[in-house]
């Protein structure tokens, strides 16, 4: 099936420590994108990627990297430097026929334990 | 524009009714809009989108009005279901080289009562 796939759904945290949460498309979408979502709230971008090896500081990316060495792979560090990472993230796909609608994942949730 | 608070708006509607959810954006450059609903611990799905060289467009059950003079959009969605139950929110892009680079709304909590 074709899709966008997070991985892991769900994954702790210990402070201190980074981790990096997976982003696969088969879409062969061009650009690809990282939200964050807190609880009762909207998304805020993160960090978007328009080209492989190419990549964009979206509205929060501090204390979050990125890479985008392969076009259907974007993974999200989440570093030790995000002092408030406990939020569900999503991940997302376009591709300029798509007429900018994006497409998501089904989400990774975070939590520092 | 929205402001992100810790409360989103809500909207309870019997089974059967029309529902109506109302959206206001801040950037009178953008030139597409989208819907998206959100189930409780999913991502979001696309439900219809616009352009901004149109002030309406219909789908299935779904209706958006674009307003652009008060920059206004609302989704309505006809003879609400129990499964549409979710948050909605609206979404934004200006376009151009920033093509899929959406700013979103708040969202709106439906409910929708048997």
């Known amino acids: 099936d074709g899709g966008i796939t997070q991985s892991p759904k769900y994954l702790f945290r210990k402070e201190g420590q980074n981790v990096t949460l997976s982003c696969e498309q088969n879409?062969?979408?061009?650009?690809m994108y990282w939200y964050r979502q807190d609880p009762g709230q909207g998304l805020r971008l993160i960090y978007y990627s328009q080209i492989v090896n190419d990549f964009q500081k979206g509205d929060i990316a501090e204390g979050y990297s990125v890479s985008r060495e392969k076009k259907e792979s974007f993974p999200l560090t989440v570093t030790s430097a995000q002092k408030n990472p406990t939020a569900f993230y999503l991940c997302?796909?376009?591709?300029?026929?798509?007429?900018?609608?994006?497409?998501f994942g089904e989400g990774s949730w975070l939590t520092v334990v | 524009g929205e402001s992100v608070g810790l409360h989103l708006p809500t909207l309870s509607v019997q089974e059967g009714d029309n529902s109506i959810i109302n959206c206001a954006y801040s950037n009178s450059a953008s030139d597409y809009f989208i819907w998206y609903k959100q189930e409780s611990g999913k991502g979001p799905q696309f439900i219809i989108d616009?352009?901004?060289?149109?002030d309406k467009r219909q789908g299935q059950r779904v209706t958006v009005l674009l307003n652009k003079t008060v920059k206004h959009l609302s989704l309505q969605i006809a003879a609400t279901q129990p499964g549409d139950s979710a948050v909605y929110f609206c979404a934004e892009n200006a376009g151009g080289t920033s093509y899929g680079k959406l700013t979103f709304g708040q969202g709106t909590i439906l409910t929708v009562h048997p």
């Open positions: 616009i352009r901004s060289n149109m």
């Open positions: 997302a796909s376009t591709t300029p026929g798509e007429g900018n609608t994006i497409y």
């Open positions: 879409l062969n979408h061009d650009a």
